[in-house]
C-alpha cells in the first residue's frame, strides 16, 4: 500500500513538531513538513521543503498548488491560527484536502470579538467591555487581549483608568471581565457527523511562551462537557479544535478562546492513547474515525530539547565500548538510548564493531551477559574481546571513515591522537542519533 503525502505547514511551529512525532511512524501516511525558512522540522522529519512562500506572499497561492502537484499530496494540515484562515479560505482553488474546520469557523475562531459575538447568550461567555464602557468607567481590574492573536500574546492585566489611557490602538483588543481562577485547555475532536467524539481537558499549571509548559489531564466533568457540547453544536467543527478556559471569581468557567488548530500541549491528549493528528487524518480520508482513552491521569511538563544535525561526520563503521557503554548501572541494565542508537546504525546499514575488556561483574562471560541482558549477539558485525593487559588502540586494525564510543576519557583520547577519529561519550549519543528516521 502506498503512503499518502501529507503537508504539515507551516512546520516551524510547536504543534508541529508533536503532528510529525505521531504521524512519522503510520504505515498510512507520509509526512512533508513545509515551511518558510529552515526551522527545527528539519532534524525530525526526513522530508522537509524550506522555501514555500510565506502566506501573505503574493506567489503562495501557486507555489503551494505547485508544491502539492509535484509532490502529489494530498492533504495539507495547517499548524497555526494565520495557516487556518488563509488556507480554508483559498480551500476550493488548493488541489488538496486542506484538514481544518470551514473557513467560517476560522474566521470565527480567528477573531474573539467574532467567537464572543456567535456565542453570546451562553452563561461561560465573558463579561466584555466597549471602548465607551472604558469613558464611563470599568471594574478595574480588567484583562484586555488582541482581538486577532492566539494564545496569550499580548493579552495583560489592566488595573487602573491611568494604566488603560497608556494603552495604544485600544480598538484593536478586546477587553473582558478579570478572571483570576485556574486556567485549562480542553482538546476536542468532531467528525464528520458534527459528533464530538473526543475532550479531555486538562489544566496549565504553568506556561511558557503561551504553551502549556505544565499541565495535567482531569476528567471530564459535565461541566465541562456542557461547555464543549453548547460550542460545538454553535460553531460548525471538523476534526481537532480546542477550547480555553478560566474560572471567574466565583468559581464558574468563563471562554478565553477557541482555535481550530492544534494545541500546544496536545500530546497530554496522546498520553491518554490518542493519536489524534491520526484520528482527523482518518476522519478527512473516509475512514472510520474512533479514540481509546486510557483510564489514567497524565502530567506532560515540557523542557527545551536539543536535536542535532551534525555537517562534515561522515561515517560508515562504528567502535563501540561494552561495559558502561553499551550497559549501565554496573551492568545490570542496557542504556536504553545506546541500544536504540545501535539499531539505527544497522538501519543505516552501518558497520558495528564491539570493543570491549569485559569486567565479569557477575561471573559471567560476555555472551552470558548478552542472555543476561537479553542483548542480540549478532546486532555487533563484529566483537573484539581483549585481555586486561590490552589495547583498544592496537586492537584496531583500520579506523577509516570511523567513530568511536567509550565511557572513559583515557581511551577516547588514546584513539583519538591514534586515528585522528571523532570520539564520543555516552552522553553525546543524541548528538549523533537521527531524529527523522527509524
Known amino acids: 500500500m502506498s503512503k499518502k503525502n501529507v503537508l504539515v505547514f507551516p512546520s516551524a511551529t510547536y504543534p508541529a513538531m508533536q503532528i510529525i512525532d505521531c504521524l512519522k511512524n503510520s504505515p498510512r501516511f507520509h509526512i ?14 526526513d522530508d522537509a521543503v524550506t522555501d514555500i512562500p510565506f502566506l501573505n506572499n503574493e506567489h503562495f497561492l501557486e507555489s503551494i498548488c505547485k508544491l502539492v502537484e509535484e509532490r502529489k499530496i494530498e492533504y495539507i494540515i495547517p499548524t497555526d491560527d494565520n495557516s487556518a484562515l488563509v488556507l480554508t479560505q483559498l480551500r476550493d482553488q488548493i488541489p488538496a484536502v ?29 463579561v466584555t467591555y466597549s471602548a ?3 469613558e464611563k468607567g470599568l471594574p478595574y481590574p480588567v484583562f484586555i487581549k488582541p482581538d486577532n492573536s492566539q494564545g496569550s500574546r499580548g493579552a495583560r492585566l489592566v488595573e487602573s483608568k491611568e494604566e488603560m489611557d497608556q494603552i495604544e490602538n485600544l480598538e484593536d483588543y478586546v477587553i473582558c471581565e478579570y478572571l483570576p481562577g485556574e486556567e485549562y485547555t480542553v482538546d476536542c475532536f468532531t467528525n464528520k457527523d458534527r459528533q464530538v467524539i473526543f475532550c479531555n481537558p486538562r489544566n496549565r499549571s504553568r506556561i511558557m511562551n503561551g504553551i502549556t509548559a505544565r499541565g495535567q489531564s482531569l476528567p471530564l466533568t459535565d461541566e465541562f462537557k ?34 481550530t488548530r492544534f494545541a500546544g500541549s496536545f500530546a497530554i491528549s496522546k498520553g491518554l492513547g490518542a493519536n489524534l493528528p491520526l484520528l482527523v487524518l482518518c476522519d478527512f480520508s473516509g475512514l472510520p474515525a474512533s479514540a481509546i482513552v486510557n483510564d489514567y491521569t497524565v502530567i506532560c511538563d515540557k523542557t527545551y530539547t536539543d536535536r542535532y544535525l551534525i555537517k562534515g561526520l561522515e561515517y560508515d563503521h562504528v567502535f563501540v565500548d561494552y561495559d558502561d557503554t553499551v550497559t549501565c548501572n554496573e551492568g545490570t541494565a542496557v542504556n536504553p538510548y545506546v541500544i536504540a542508537y545501535l539499531y539505527q546504525c544497522r538501519f543505516k546499514k552501518i558497520k558495528i564493531t564491539l570493543i570491549t575488556r569485559h569486567k565479569d561483574t557477575f561471573g559471567e562471560t560476555l555472551e552470558d551477559s548478552f542472555r543476561r541482558l537479553k542483548i542480540a549477539g549478532d546486532l555487533f558485525d563484529e566483537i573484539i574481546e581483549l585481555s586486561w593487559d590490552g589495547t583498544k588502540q592496537d586492537a584496531i586494525q583500520c579506523a577509516d571513515k570511523s567513530i568511536f564510543i567509550d565511557n572513559s576519557f583515557k581511551e577516547r583520547k588514546e584513539i583519538h591522537d591514534k586515528f585522528g577519529i571523532p570520539v564520543f561519550d555516552v552522553c553525546n549519543i543524541d548528538c549523533l542519533f537521527d531524529w527523522r528516521t527509524p
Open 132 to 134: 465607551a464602557d472604558v
Open 32 to 45: 512533508i513538513a513545509g515551511a518558510s525558512y529552515p526551522n527545527h522540522a528539519e532534524l525530525v522529519c
Open 98 to 126: 486542506i484538514v481544518c474546520s470551514p473557513y467560517e469557523t476560522a474566521r470565527i475562531c480567528r477573531y474573539k470579538s467574532l467567537t464572543y459575538e456567535r456565542l453570546a447568550g451562553e452563561k461561560y461567555v465573558p
Open 226 to 259: 456542557e461547555v464543549i457540547d453548547s460550542i460545538n453544536e454553535r460553531i460548525e467543527f471538523r476534526g481537532y479544535w480546542f477550547v480555553q478556559l478560566r474560572r471567574d471569581a466565583h468559581g464558574k468557567l468563563k471562554l478565553l478562546e477557541v482555535c
